[in-house]
Nanobody, 126 residues
Framework: VQLQASGGGLVQPGGSLRLSCVAS???????????MAWHRQAPGKQRELVAD???????KYGDSVKGRFTISRDNAKNTVFLQMNSLKPEDTAVYYC??????????????????WGQGTQVTVSS
């Protein structure tokens, strides 16, 4: 399963960005995407959870983004979004999406794993 993230860029403090991440898996007869999440990693820092969302829409946020970021998903399109408002310079990082999935091949062999997207750069600077 491949994840393709987009939507990063340069924005001024106080501005907004919306990230998108699409999961695709053409090898599978049936693919079920379970939890999806966004993490970020700033230079010299560990990767941290930004937000995650279950297939049923239950969300969880990191303390530093609560009230400013909103995670959502479109299950029909296997897509997760991250709406980022009131951005701060400390939000500058590479943002990575991930998805936990279960797939059945055309031979009905089940496979489950977590896949990561390639990362998209978000820079908040004046």
């Amino acid at each position: 399963v491949q994840l393709q993230a987009s939507g990063g860029g340069l924005v001024q403090p106080g501005g907004s960005l919306r990230l998108s991440c699409v999961a695709s898996g053409s090898f599978f007869k049936h693919l079920s995407i379970n939890g999806m999440a966004w993490h970020r990693q700033a230079p010299g820092k560990q990767r941290e959870l930004v937000a995650d969302i279950t297939s049923g829409g239950v969300t969880k946020y990191g303390d530093s983004v609560k009230g400013r970021f909103t995670i959502s998903r479109d299950n029909a399109k296997n897509t997760v979004f991250l709406q980022m408002n009131s951005l701060k310079p400390e939000d500058t990082a590479v943002y990575y999406c991930n998805a936990d999935w279960l797939g059945y091949t055309y031979d009905d062999v089940p496979t489950a794993a977590r896949s990561w997207g390639q990362g998209t750069q978000v820079t908040v600077s004046s």
